[in-house]
């Protein structure tokens, strides 16, 4: 039975295009990687040229010149070497009139000279590259700090921390290999390029330039094979990196449930993909340093030989036979350097892409130009029709309208989902309302700077989150410059001071990461006392004891009120018993305000708020 001709026509055409849309899209990616790295080289100038540093480009020119001389020092030192090794055997006619010994001293100086031009072109050049990096590493760290809450939502803390790492590095790496390796190497070929055609004979150029060209050729493209592997060696790198980093964070969740080994084996899976990709790159490294030696050591024989034939010939001294061989060497040691140096920048490029990337993400609020400051007069906060979504397809809060008076406490309640926590991530301005507006004693939050709107609100909330330092400096970071005496008086108004003296090392106790070392009350006690110490107008407080044990609960409850005195409050509560003293209860439901007024009042109502406390008390 005969086969259809046709049959595979549609599957040929299928693989056709398949390769072609391949092939498009790695045309595509290696320009989107060229354009890349165009940006990241043009983002990197500035550092080293800027127009406000004169001493920086000064700097820089010098380290330049100390580069051009240790390169012209080193390209004459054969000639010495030559005229020694002349001299020695009484053939030719020395370029500089000595002796053998001198030449052989004059040989080692030039060496040594040398090797100091290229130590001073560093030492010149480090202050630059230093502040060049300590000034990509300020930039990215404040540019985080700037980014919005959403972004920290929904980003890797692990990942992120990587990809500041390598930037920085790539930065450094860059400066160091692009400026003294590649551009040094590069003068130091052209010129050892024009004494062979001119003491020698054209032919060795070509010989030469042949070997580079090859040797450039099959470096390069080992290495753009090397570089795709390094790059699945980072992916899953960071995929390892983030997931212990998370474990460790949740390290009491993991004992809880004896995950254990089943947080090993995940990270074991990461770490196997970065085992395979490491195996690869050790046997890729192998090729390419074979590969490398035979087209180097081809290129030495050839011109070896033709400089021997010149020798045997009378053409040549057995000086210039030795002066081929020193450069021919000279010239080896810094291409065998060449695949690492390559794979390298690349490697720099991709990471200080990924580090530009991340400077050029938005800010998703930012202050208008020449925003005033906020001036808090009274403390009187308004949310007038505020509407609001963390999707669009995800309405939160709609139409909500609250108003909390200077000196009066605010409770918001209502079930899981219904906005309360919303509210004070609009009031600190995490985010931006959608519609309607939210002010402070008249201001548009979003018409002031968010330094000064920070500074007026102080929050307790629900988890109070410690830095891995001591007692004392957690409290004490409420208000930047706060004395001991000021710490201590806000650890007693807080009712932790007690506590804390107790301690055998009193507030120099520190505290774990993430105050672990605590228990959630002694931590909300040294959140409220950090709160205290800023001193804010207005205090929100998002379920700052709703994970606390009832007695736990009253003990906390007295200090909030102690510290709500004389300043607006605004409570987001879960538990209603904690809030019956407020002068106003706000009730939302599904994003709308549905009862508002005081404790008795709502009560009377028997409405939504009236159902909610008769389930909690009927609960507790």
Do not use: C
Not at 128 to 150: C, D, G, W, Y
Not at 182 to 187: A, H, T
Not at 327 to 339: E, S
Not at 451 to 471: A, E, K, M, W, Y
């Amino acid at each position: 039975m005969s086969a259809d001709p046709t049959a595979a026509t549609p599957k040929t055409t299928t693989n056709a295009a398949s390769v072609k849309q391949a092939t498009t899209e790695q045309e595509i990616a290696a320009e989107q990687e060229r354009q890349s790295s165009m940006r990241v080289l043009r983002n990197v100038v500035p550092y080293l040229w800027p127009k406000d540093l004169p001493w920086v480009r000064k700097r820089v020119v010098w380290a330049m010149v100390a580069l051009v001389l240790s390169k012209v020092v080193t390209v004459a030192t054969p000639f010495f070497y030559r005229d020694a090794v002349d001299a020695l055997a009484g053939e030719g006619v020395p370029m500089f009139a000595l002796g053998a010994i001198s030449l052989t001293i004059v040989y080692g100086l030039a060496r040594m000279m040398g090797i100091g031009f290229a130590q001073l072109r560093d030492a010149v050049f480090a202050r630059v590259a230093q502040r060049a990096l300590r000034m990509l590493a300020l930039e990215t760290f404040n540019h985080i700090h700037r980014l919005s809450m959403r972004y920290h939502i929904t980003r890797k803390t692990g990942g992120l921390s990587r990809i500041i790492e390598r930037g920085v590095k790539g930065v450094d790496f860059l400066l160091r290999f692009l400026l003294f390796s590649i551009g040094p190497l590069i003068l130091e070929l052209i010129m050892v390029g024009v004494i062979l055609t001119i003491l020698f004979d054209v032919t060795y150029l070509l010989v030469v330039a042949i070997t580079i060209a090859f040797y450039v050729w099959f470096t390069f493209a080992v290495t753009e094979y090397r570089v795709k592997l390094r790059r699945q060696m980072n992916d899953q790198d960071t995929d390892a990196n983030q997931k212990a980093i998370d474990s460790l964070l949740n390290y009491e969740t993991v004992k809880y449930f004896g995950a254990e080994a089943r947080e090993a084996g995940r990270y074991d899976v990461a770490m196997a993909g970065y085992e395979i990709a490491a195996i690869k790159t050790n046997y890729s490294l192998a090729f390419l340093n074979f590969g490398q030696a035979v087209i180097i050591t081809a290129g030495l024989v050839g011109v070896m030989v033709m400089a021997a034939i010149g020798v045997q010939n009378g053409t040549l001294t057995v000086g210039d036979f030795v002066m081929v061989n020193a450069y021919m060497i000279q010239i080896t040691v810094p291409l065998n350097f060449l695949g690492t140096v390559y794979r390298e920048i690349r490697q720099a490029l991709v990471d200080m892409g990924q580090m530009f990337d991340l400077l050029e993400q938005p800010a998703e609020i930012n202050d208008k130009p020449d925003a005033p400051e906020l001036k808090v007069t009274g403390g009187q906060v308004r949310l007038n029709d505020v509407h609001f979504g963390y999707n669009e397809d995800r309405k939160i809060l709609s139409g909500v309208n609250i108003t909390a008076e200077p000196g009066q406490m605010v409770a918001i309640v209502g079930s899981t989902g219904s906005g309360k926590s919303t509210i004070g991530r609009l009031l600190f301005r995490f985010y931006d309302v959608q519609g309607g507006s939210l002010t402070i004693d008249g201001q548009d939050v979003r018409d002031v700077t968010q330094n000064s709107l920070h500074r007026q609100i102080g929050v307790v909330p629900q988890d109070t989150v410690l830095f891995n330092d001591t007692i004392g400096y957690n409290i004490a970071y409420g208000r930047d410059g706060a004395t001991q005496a000021d710490v201590e008086a806000a650890a007693k108004a807080a009712q932790i001071h007690d506590f804390i003296a107790a301690l055998p090392d009193g507030y120099e106790t520190s505290v774990g990461e993430r105050g672990l070392k605590l228990s959630g009350g002694e931590k909300q006690r040294v959140g409220i006392a950090r709160t205290l110490l800023k001193d804010p107008p207005i205090l929100l407080l998002d379920e700052a004891t709703s994970a606390l044990d009832s007695e736990t609960e009253r003990e906390i409850q007295e200090a909030l009120h102690q510290a709500g005195k004389g300043r607006t409050v605004i409570t987001i509560a879960h538990r209603l018993s904690t809030i019956a003293d407020a002068d106003t209860i706000i009730v939302l439901e599904k994003g709308e305000v549905v009862e508002q007024g005081t404790h008795d009042a709502l009560l009377a109502q028997e409405g939504r708020y009236a159902q909610l406390w008769h389930r909690q008390q009927a609960e507790e």
